[in-house]
């Protein structure tokens, strides 16, 4: 039984979630009409809750207190500076209060040992460090420890004050609300719902380790950038349940009438008293409810209106009232609200409800069924109808059927359909009856039809569901993959990227390939590195982005594996694909990364044009990068003309390349072999012979340390293969003495 200092702890917890006045008050008439004394002691907590936030927002300007008021305040100050800014924690130095909570209060802190970092620190507030509460928040802290997901916030320590009070330290999220962001940002619908399927992924793993989140909200959802991509990163598991096990040793204790979680979003079997028949699909309820403001700005039941109503009429409202969906929801909305909504996703007012009909409300009606059985199993289940809209593919939820409806109706009205149903019967049995023999026939003709048409659908969507399971299986292997390479099991994660079967065109995937291909090129393990980075080049060819820095990487490979075929395949396709192009640097690794090889007159004709923008570019250079790419420049236009046979005007160009004196030595030696095979073409073996000396030791060398070694402005792996594949042509071609050549010309 509810103890009266547990009944006063959780009315005091649940009156904070009322910030009205007008309204607390009305909330505390009905919860204690029968107990003024409760009603007191609420009221006695909450202004003395208040007086401490005041306390905490005054400014540095001390306040000279009376001599009666010092012993008032004088413990309450002794113990806030305990916790002031400057105030050092463990190893964490207190900066400044980021927020508060019913029970825990988190601030800027900076790590000053081991390592040096800003982080985020959750302490329990002052007077708040009950049995109950040291519980819950312990169970935040156990939860968060337990997984391990770039959209969940990570803790990285825990630890009990002097004074007594537990606390736990989290990676800093600076960021806006997810509602916040998408609307300041002024997202599409397809970009809203491409970061809410990162948010579903990352309540997928908390299930999957046993933790339900409940507090599914907008605020508990921070989107930071990355790079300048928008993360959504989970926060606050303050109320979370765990599944299987216990989060704590301490005892969590939920009075069978409080609330666990916020009105708005919270599932009709959490509305429960007590709320113990809680499962992962409470939060797919949340989830419906997060996606349902993400594009509608609305909730499907208002906050402010469902405390008015009361706790039962509450709970009757969620268990039993079915929402608009989203798309009458925006149609209901007053013109300015409308015109507001649209803008924020970037089209027109009219336009908007046509983009949430069908799917998206089907969707989003799935997850917010009152049978929590009809919602989507998974948290994933939902990202992936979510993900088949985008791609206009059809989705797995559907409309309730009329029968559905009909039982519902049914379940409301008992008495009355009872009443009815004998006389429906009778007159259905009747009608059986006289057409029976009629429709037998029929039937059974379109029975055979209808299985036929069936095992067609069923084959198709047995196709499509297998489709779906290698996506699903193919990212989780990515997902883990990238979790093992960012705590430098390389060799495990390579493992996994190798068991992906059909890798999708995203950021992620590409960056996968490309960094553990980079690690075996700079292991000298060529084979493994032309696997990653071959599939890095198909997923490439299905992005519209400047991938020419990729190309690079993949073409010497290719000449190095003596893949003649596959570098042909190669060459022909990045020139189709960036035809047209006037990006001087695009036009400048074409080039370098089609002339490794001696060149067709057609291949030679079909890089003309890049061969022009590339000179173009060199004539209007102005900024210190432009003297850098300049020098890249000046060796592809010297290679360009030794592969044309004009070696004196490559031998001319090498020498522009190495006049520009900025210390890349993968590019200065690589000029040195492309002008000894000038020479050697030239008939001048002497002068060819001593060009070679330097480079052929310093490549040699590089290679024998390791190009993995090498700091990064000598040049990236591959710049020293391309010099390498060189070198191997340039000893070749000195080797033959080949006679003199004359027709090489000056311009």
Not at 90 to 105: A, D, I, T
Not at 275 to 295: A, F, K, N, P
Not at 325 to 341: D, F, M, R
Not at 512 to 527: E, I, K, Q, S
């Amino acid at each position: 039984m509810e103890s009266s200092i547990e009944r006063e702890e959780r009315l005091f917890s649940a009156a904070l979630e009322v910030t009205d006045p007008a309204e607390r008050a009305s909330f505390l008439d009905r919860m204690c009409a029968d107990d003024p004394t409760l009603r007191e002691a609420v009221e006695q907590s909450l202004a003395a809750q208040a007086e401490a936030e005041q306390f905490f927002t005054r400014t540095s300007q001390a306040l000279v207190p009376s001599d009666h008021a010092i012993d008032d305040i004088g413990i309450a100050l002794e113990e806030f500076e305990a916790e002031a800014a400057g105030t050092c924690i463990g190893p964490y130095k207190l900066l400044q209060r980021l927020g508060v909570g019913g029970c825990g209060e988190v601030y800027l802190a900076e790590q000053e040992r081991p390592v040096r970092r800003r982080v985020a620190l959750k302490i329990i507030k002052l007077g708040m460090d009950t049995k109950s509460v040291i519980a819950r928040f312990q169970a935040e802290q156990q939860a968060l420890a337990l997984m391990d997901h770039p959209n969940i916030a990570r803790v990285l320590d825990a630890g009990i004050t002097d004074s007594g009070r537990p606390y736990f330290v989290m990676e800093l999220v600076q960021g806006v609300k997810l509602t916040t962001y998408c609307d300041n940002n002024q997202l599409g619908i397809p970009q809203r719902l491409k970061l809410f399927v990162e948010v579903c992924h990352a309540i997928q793993h908390a299930h999957q380790k046993g933790i339900i989140h409940r507090d599914i909200k907008p605020s508990n959802i921070l989107v930071t950038l990355h790079d300048g991509v928008p993360v959504p990163k989970v926060i606050d598991f303050g109320i979370a349940k765990a599944v299987e096990g216990r989060l704590t040793d301490q005892t969590i204790f939920t009075p069978c009438e409080h609330f666990i979680g916020t009105p708005a979003y919270m599932s009709p079997e959490q509305a429960e008293f007590g709320g113990l028949d809680v499962d992962t699909r409470s939060d797919i309820y949340s989830l419906g409810v997060l996606l349902y403001e993400v594009l509608t700005s609305k909730t499907p039941f208002d906050q402010k209106e469902l405390i008015k109503l009361g706790l039962d009429e509450m709970r009757r409202t969620l268990k039993e009232r079915e929402p608009l969906v989203p798309s009458k929801k925006v149609e209901g909305l007053g013109v300015e609200e409308l015109t507001q909504a649209a803008k924020n996703r970037r089209t027109e007012p009219a336009r908007l409800k046509s983009l949430l009909d069908r799917d998206l409300d089907w969707i989003v009606m799935k997850a917010l069924e009152k049978d929590r059985r009809r919602r989507y199993e998974t948290a994933n289940g939902l990202a992936a109808d979510v993900r088949r809209s985008l791609d206009n593919e059809p989705v797995v939820a559907s409309p309730p059927s009329r029968l559905y409806r009909l039982q519902k109706l049914v379940r409301r009205n008992r008495v009355t359909f009872a009443a009815g149903t004998v006389v429906v019967v009778a007159l259905v049995l009747c009608s059986v009856v006289s057409i029976s023999l009629l429709v037998k026939e029929r039937e059974a003709h379109r029975q055979v039809e209808l299985a036929e048409q069936q095992k067609m659908g069923l084959k198709q969507e047995a196709q499509k569901l297998d489709q779906l399971r290698r996506i699903a299986e193919d990212r989780q292997n990515l997902l883990e993959a990238m979790s093992l390479f960012s705590h430098g099991k390389n060799v495990e994660a390579d493992a996994l990227l190798g068991k992906i079967v059909s890798p999708q065109a995203t950021p992620d995937y590409a960056i996968m390939y490309r960094t553990l291909g980079d690690w075996h090129a700079a292991a000298g393990r060529w084979n493994e590195a032309a696997a990653r980075l071959g599939v890095l080049f198909q997923i490439n060819q299905k992005t519209s982005e400047d991938t020419s820095m990729d190309d690079l990487r993949y073409a010497p490979l290719l000449v190095e594996l003596k893949k003649d075929a596959e570098y042909d395949r190669f060459c022909e396709s990045i020139i189709a694909r960036y035809a047209g192009t006037d990006n001087p640097f695009i036009a400048e690794r074409v080039v370098k990364a089609c002339l490794l090889k001696r060149p067709s007159a057609e291949l030679m004709r079909a890089i003309s044009r890049y061969v022009e923008v590339a000179e173009q570019s060199l004539e209007r250079r102005n900024t210190e990068t432009d003297l850098n790419m300049a020098a890249w420049r000046a060796y592809s236009l010297s290679l360009m003309h030794y592969r044309a046979g004009s070696y004196a005007l490559a031998i001319d160009w090498g020498n522009r390349s190495r006049s520009y004196d900025l210390g890349m030595q993968s590019r200065v030696v690589s000029v040195q072999v492309i002008t000894a095979m000038s020479h050697a073409r030239l008939g001048q073996t002497n002068e060819a012979k001593a060009e070679l000396a330097e480079p052929r030791f310093v490549i040699e060398d590089t290679f024998k340390q390791g190009v993995a070694n090498l700091p990064r402005w000598e040049g990236f792996w591959f710049d020293w293969l391309f010099a390498r594949i060189h070198l191997r042509e340039a000893e070749a071609e000195i080797q033959q003495q080949r006679a003199p050549v004359v027709s090489s010309t000056r311009n």
